[in-house]
Protein backbone atom coordinates (compact mmCIF):
# COMPACT_ATOMS: atom_id res chain seq x y z
CA UNK A 1 0.00 0.00 0.00
CA UNK A 2 1.59 3.48 -1.03
CA UNK A 3 0.37 6.21 1.10
CA UNK A 4 1.19 9.83 1.54
CA UNK A 5 0.76 11.34 4.70
CA UNK A 6 0.37 15.24 3.92
CA UNK A 7 2.35 17.83 6.34
CA UNK A 8 1.12 21.45 6.93
CA UNK A 9 2.49 23.70 8.95
CA UNK A 10 1.74 22.97 12.60
CA UNK A 11 0.97 19.06 11.48
CA UNK A 12 2.15 17.56 14.07
CA UNK A 13 1.07 13.57 14.09
CA UNK A 14 2.94 13.18 10.90
CA UNK A 15 4.73 10.64 12.11
CA UNK A 16 2.79 9.15 14.71
CA UNK A 17 1.01 8.09 12.05
CA UNK A 18 3.48 7.23 9.60
CA UNK A 19 4.45 4.85 12.00
CA UNK A 20 1.09 3.07 12.27
CA UNK A 21 0.98 2.64 8.52
CA UNK A 22 4.61 1.21 8.45
CA UNK A 23 3.50 -1.22 11.06
CA UNK A 24 0.21 -2.32 8.85
CA UNK A 25 1.63 -2.44 5.84
CA UNK A 26 5.12 -2.62 6.36
CA UNK A 27 5.83 0.30 3.47
CA UNK A 28 6.55 3.68 5.21
CA UNK A 29 4.43 6.26 3.77
CA UNK A 30 5.78 9.18 2.39
CA UNK A 31 5.29 12.54 3.76
CA UNK A 32 4.47 15.07 1.46
CA UNK A 33 5.11 18.92 1.95
CA UNK A 34 1.71 21.17 1.72
CA UNK A 35 3.80 23.24 -0.82
CA UNK A 36 4.41 20.64 -3.50
CA UNK A 37 1.87 21.94 -6.20
CA UNK A 38 0.88 18.15 -7.11
CA UNK A 39 1.57 14.77 -5.44
CA UNK A 40 4.21 13.32 -7.20
CA UNK A 41 2.73 9.61 -7.87
CA UNK A 42 -0.27 8.00 -7.58
CA UNK A 43 -0.98 7.12 -3.94
CA UNK A 44 -3.66 4.16 -2.45
CA UNK A 45 -4.03 6.46 0.45
CA UNK A 46 -3.61 10.24 1.12
CA UNK A 47 -3.61 10.39 5.16
CA UNK A 48 -4.72 14.51 6.71
CA UNK A 49 -2.93 13.99 10.09
CA UNK A 50 -3.42 15.76 13.46
CA UNK A 51 -2.21 18.86 14.60
CA UNK A 52 -2.57 22.76 13.97
CA UNK A 53 -2.35 23.77 10.75
CA UNK A 54 -1.40 27.31 10.30
CA UNK A 55 -2.17 27.79 14.27
CA UNK A 56 -5.89 27.16 13.46
CA UNK A 57 -5.98 30.63 11.97
CA UNK A 58 -9.43 32.00 11.12
CA UNK A 59 -10.57 28.47 11.83
CA UNK A 60 -8.95 24.92 12.25
CA UNK A 61 -8.43 23.76 8.84
CA UNK A 62 -9.33 26.48 6.74
CA UNK A 63 -6.03 27.53 5.35
CA UNK A 64 -5.06 24.27 4.97
CA UNK A 65 -8.16 23.52 2.87
CA UNK A 66 -6.96 26.24 0.47
CA UNK A 67 -3.44 25.02 0.48
CA UNK A 68 -1.72 24.55 -3.00
CA UNK A 69 -1.83 20.51 -2.61
CA UNK A 70 -5.29 20.23 -1.48
CA UNK A 71 -7.28 21.14 -4.38
CA UNK A 72 -5.22 17.90 -5.97
CA UNK A 73 -6.19 15.91 -2.96
CA UNK A 74 -9.65 17.23 -3.54
CA UNK A 75 -9.54 16.15 -7.08
CA UNK A 76 -8.38 12.70 -6.38
CA UNK A 77 -10.86 12.12 -3.66
CA UNK A 78 -13.62 13.08 -6.02
CA UNK A 79 -12.05 10.23 -8.59
CA UNK A 80 -12.15 8.30 -5.90
CA UNK A 81 -8.58 8.28 -4.22
CA UNK A 82 -9.47 6.48 -0.63
CA UNK A 83 -7.94 10.11 1.84
CA UNK A 84 -8.03 9.93 5.88
CA UNK A 85 -8.44 12.50 7.83
CA UNK A 86 -7.74 12.38 11.91
CA UNK A 87 -8.22 15.42 13.93
CA UNK A 88 -7.44 18.23 12.39
CA UNK A 89 -7.43 16.59 9.15
CA UNK A 90 -10.92 15.76 9.37
CA UNK A 91 -11.44 19.60 10.13
CA UNK A 92 -9.73 20.54 6.99
CA UNK A 93 -11.59 17.34 5.29
CA UNK A 94 -15.20 19.58 6.41
CA UNK A 95 -13.50 23.00 5.48
CA UNK A 96 -12.79 21.84 1.78
CA UNK A 97 -16.40 20.43 1.75
CA UNK A 98 -15.41 16.65 0.72
CA UNK A 99 -16.81 15.70 4.35
CA UNK A 100 -20.28 17.70 5.37
CA UNK A 101 -20.73 19.53 8.41
CA UNK A 102 -18.05 21.29 10.72
CA UNK A 103 -16.39 21.07 13.67
CA UNK A 104 -16.87 23.79 16.28
CA UNK A 105 -15.51 24.76 19.45
CA UNK A 106 -15.83 21.85 22.49
CA UNK A 107 -19.43 22.93 24.17
CA UNK A 108 -16.87 22.41 27.42
CA UNK A 109 -14.76 24.69 25.82
CA UNK A 110 -11.74 22.71 27.24
CA UNK A 111 -9.24 21.33 25.63
CA UNK A 112 -10.31 17.20 25.70
CA UNK A 113 -6.99 15.15 25.83
CA UNK A 114 -8.31 11.71 26.94
CA UNK A 115 -9.29 8.45 26.13
CA UNK A 116 -12.66 7.91 25.09
CA UNK A 117 -15.07 4.93 24.10
CA UNK A 118 -16.40 4.96 20.89
CA UNK A 119 -18.46 2.26 18.71
CA UNK A 120 -17.88 1.14 14.82
CA UNK A 121 -21.26 1.81 13.77
CA UNK A 122 -20.46 0.75 9.77
CA UNK A 123 -17.86 -1.92 9.67
CA UNK A 124 -18.42 -2.80 5.48
CA UNK A 125 -15.99 -0.21 4.48
CA UNK A 126 -12.15 -0.23 3.48
CA UNK A 127 -11.46 1.63 6.02
CA UNK A 128 -13.41 -0.17 9.16
CA UNK A 129 -13.76 -4.04 7.51
CA UNK A 130 -11.48 -5.28 10.26
CA UNK A 131 -14.49 -4.40 12.97
CA UNK A 132 -17.23 -5.58 13.89
CA UNK A 133 -20.54 -4.31 14.04
CA UNK A 134 -21.21 -2.34 16.98
CA UNK A 135 -17.63 -2.91 18.43
CA UNK A 136 -16.42 -0.60 21.42
CA UNK A 137 -13.01 0.87 20.94
CA UNK A 138 -10.93 2.85 23.59
CA UNK A 139 -9.29 5.32 21.66
CA UNK A 140 -7.90 8.93 22.64
CA UNK A 141 -8.82 12.24 21.57
CA UNK A 142 -6.75 15.59 21.47
CA UNK A 143 -8.53 18.83 20.13
CA UNK A 144 -10.33 21.64 21.30
CA UNK A 145 -12.82 21.96 18.56
CA UNK A 146 -14.17 18.61 17.76
CA UNK A 147 -17.77 19.29 18.32
CA UNK A 148 -19.10 18.01 15.01
CA UNK A 149 -22.02 20.30 13.90
CA UNK A 150 -24.55 19.88 11.17
CA UNK A 151 -27.82 20.77 10.18
CA UNK A 152 -31.01 17.94 11.04
CA UNK A 153 -31.75 17.48 7.58
CA UNK A 154 -27.65 16.71 6.93
CA UNK A 155 -27.28 14.35 10.17
CA UNK A 156 -30.57 12.99 9.06
CA UNK A 157 -28.94 12.09 5.87
CA UNK A 158 -25.64 10.62 7.29
CA UNK A 159 -27.40 8.11 9.29
CA UNK A 160 -30.02 7.04 6.99
CA UNK A 161 -27.53 6.33 4.51
CA UNK A 162 -25.07 4.56 7.22
CA UNK A 163 -22.26 7.16 6.57
CA UNK A 164 -21.76 7.55 10.18
CA UNK A 165 -18.80 5.15 10.90
CA UNK A 166 -17.66 6.17 14.57
CA UNK A 167 -20.02 6.87 17.32
CA UNK A 168 -18.62 8.09 21.32
CA UNK A 169 -20.61 5.73 23.83
CA UNK A 170 -23.25 7.81 25.76
CA UNK A 171 -21.68 9.60 28.46
CA UNK A 172 -17.98 9.89 26.88
CA UNK A 173 -18.83 12.35 24.40
CA UNK A 174 -15.76 15.31 24.81
CA UNK A 175 -16.93 17.70 23.01
CA UNK A 176 -20.58 17.84 22.56
CA UNK A 177 -20.65 16.47 19.04
CA UNK A 178 -24.39 16.47 17.50
CA UNK A 179 -26.10 12.41 18.07
CA UNK A 180 -22.01 11.57 19.59
CA UNK A 181 -20.77 11.57 16.26
CA UNK A 182 -16.85 10.99 16.23
CA UNK A 183 -16.49 9.73 12.43
CA UNK A 184 -18.07 10.03 9.36
CA UNK A 185 -17.98 8.97 5.89
CA UNK A 186 -18.42 11.05 2.26
CA UNK A 187 -21.53 9.09 -0.21
CA UNK A 188 -18.64 7.00 -1.88
CA UNK A 189 -17.24 5.82 1.02
CA UNK A 190 -13.68 6.69 -0.03
CA UNK A 191 -13.40 9.36 2.47
CA UNK A 192 -13.14 8.88 6.18
CA UNK A 193 -12.73 12.12 8.62
CA UNK A 194 -12.64 11.14 12.17
CA UNK A 195 -11.59 13.51 15.68
CA UNK A 196 -9.99 10.15 17.47
CA UNK A 197 -6.76 8.96 17.41
CA UNK A 198 -6.46 5.50 15.95
CA UNK A 199 -2.82 6.00 15.18
CA UNK A 200 -2.34 6.45 18.79
CA UNK A 201 -3.75 2.94 19.83
CA UNK A 202 -1.59 0.78 17.83
CA UNK A 203 0.55 -0.93 20.34
CA UNK A 204 0.23 -2.09 23.76
CA UNK A 205 2.48 0.46 25.03
CA UNK A 206 -0.07 3.24 23.82
CA UNK A 207 -2.28 1.45 26.20
CA UNK A 208 -4.63 0.22 23.53
CA UNK A 209 -4.78 -1.24 19.84
CA UNK A 210 -7.93 -0.53 18.96
CA UNK A 211 -6.82 1.85 16.18
CA UNK A 212 -4.55 -1.15 14.73
CA UNK A 213 -7.86 -2.69 13.08
CA UNK A 214 -8.22 0.54 11.00
CA UNK A 215 -4.95 0.58 9.29
CA UNK A 216 -4.91 -3.17 8.81
CA UNK A 217 -8.22 -2.62 6.95
CA UNK A 218 -6.75 0.05 4.65
CA UNK A 219 -3.58 -2.27 3.86
CA UNK A 220 -6.03 -5.05 3.11
CA UNK A 221 -8.56 -3.21 0.93
CA UNK A 222 -5.27 -1.35 -1.12
CA UNK A 223 -2.66 -3.61 -1.23
CA UNK B 1 -11.67 50.93 -0.71
CA UNK B 2 -12.04 49.62 2.84
CA UNK B 3 -14.58 47.20 4.14
CA UNK B 4 -15.39 45.52 7.12
CA UNK B 5 -16.88 41.88 7.58
CA UNK B 6 -18.55 40.86 10.40
CA UNK B 7 -19.34 36.93 10.79
CA UNK B 8 -21.24 35.10 13.64
CA UNK B 9 -22.57 32.10 14.07
CA UNK B 10 -25.57 31.50 12.88
CA UNK B 11 -29.02 32.04 15.87
CA UNK B 12 -29.56 28.32 16.49
CA UNK B 13 -25.76 27.20 16.67
CA UNK B 14 -24.63 27.65 19.92
CA UNK B 15 -22.05 29.76 20.87
CA UNK B 16 -19.94 28.46 23.68
CA UNK B 17 -17.34 30.79 24.10
CA UNK B 18 -20.43 33.70 24.21
CA UNK B 19 -22.16 31.49 26.80
CA UNK B 20 -19.28 31.60 28.46
CA UNK B 21 -18.36 35.34 28.21
CA UNK B 22 -22.29 36.02 29.45
CA UNK B 23 -21.97 34.10 32.50
CA UNK B 24 -18.70 36.15 33.54
CA UNK B 25 -20.50 39.12 33.12
CA UNK B 26 -22.77 37.91 35.46
CA UNK B 27 -19.92 36.93 37.63
CA UNK B 28 -19.12 40.72 37.36
CA UNK B 29 -22.54 41.79 38.54
CA UNK B 30 -23.98 42.84 35.05
CA UNK B 31 -26.86 40.95 35.94
CA UNK B 32 -28.91 41.92 33.12
CA UNK B 33 -27.18 40.52 30.51
CA UNK B 34 -29.54 37.91 28.98
CA UNK B 35 -27.62 36.68 26.01
CA UNK B 36 -23.96 36.67 24.30
CA UNK B 37 -22.66 36.15 20.91
CA UNK B 38 -19.35 36.15 20.02
CA UNK B 39 -18.36 36.78 16.75
CA UNK B 40 -15.19 38.46 13.98
CA UNK B 41 -14.47 41.41 12.36
CA UNK B 42 -12.14 41.71 9.61
CA UNK B 43 -11.37 44.88 7.89
CA UNK B 44 -10.16 44.31 3.99
CA UNK B 45 -8.38 47.20 2.01
CA UNK B 46 -7.98 46.47 -1.33
CA UNK B 47 -8.08 48.45 -4.80
CA UNK B 48 -11.38 48.08 -5.98
CA UNK B 49 -13.30 51.31 -6.64
CA UNK B 50 -16.80 50.32 -7.68
CA UNK B 51 -19.19 49.39 -4.73
CA UNK B 52 -20.74 47.23 -6.53
CA UNK B 53 -17.72 45.31 -7.95
CA UNK B 54 -16.84 45.58 -4.41
CA UNK B 55 -19.60 44.13 -2.93
CA UNK B 56 -19.07 40.84 -5.00
CA UNK B 57 -15.53 40.15 -5.04
CA UNK B 58 -16.69 40.58 -0.76
CA UNK B 59 -19.28 38.27 -1.27
CA UNK B 60 -17.27 35.72 -3.00
CA UNK B 61 -14.42 36.42 -0.15
CA UNK B 62 -16.77 35.18 2.77
CA UNK B 63 -18.42 32.08 0.82
CA UNK B 64 -14.69 31.06 -0.28
CA UNK B 65 -12.66 31.56 2.71
CA UNK B 66 -13.86 34.72 5.58
CA UNK B 67 -17.11 32.59 6.74
CA UNK B 68 -17.78 28.98 6.41
CA UNK B 69 -21.56 29.33 5.81
CA UNK B 70 -22.25 26.06 7.44
CA UNK B 71 -22.41 27.96 10.93
CA UNK B 72 -21.86 31.11 10.52
CA UNK B 73 -23.38 34.09 8.55
CA UNK B 74 -21.26 37.36 7.40
CA UNK B 75 -22.16 40.81 6.96
CA UNK B 76 -20.60 43.23 4.72
CA UNK B 77 -20.26 46.76 5.41
CA UNK B 78 -18.05 49.67 2.70
CA UNK B 79 -16.53 51.89 4.71
CA UNK B 80 -14.61 54.49 2.30
CA UNK B 81 -12.58 54.76 -0.81
Known amino acids: MKAAVVVFPGSNREHDVAAALERASGQAPKLVWHGEASLDDDYDLIVLPGGFSYGDYLRCGAMAAHS ?3 REII ?16 QILTETGLLPGALMRNASLKFASRYVRMRVEAANTMF ?26 TLDELE ?9 VANDNPNGASRDIAGIFNAKRNVLGLMPHPENATDPLLGS ?7 DSLVSALS | ?9 KSGVLDPQ ?42 EMCEKLLANTVIENYAIEIKSS
Not at chain 1, 160 to 168: C, D, I, K, P, S
Not at chain 1, 209 to 215: E, I, Q, S
Open chain 1, 75 to 90: HKANNGTPVLGICNGF
Open chain 1, 209 to 215: TDGKPLF
Open chain 2, 18 to 59: GKAIGQALNRLGFSGVADVRQGKIIEIEFAETDQTQARSQLA
Open chain 1, 160 to 168: GEGRVAFRY
Open chain 1, 128 to 153: TSRYKPGQELVVPVAHGDGNYFADDA
Open chain 1, 68 to 70: PIT
Open chain 2, 1 to 9: MKARVTVML
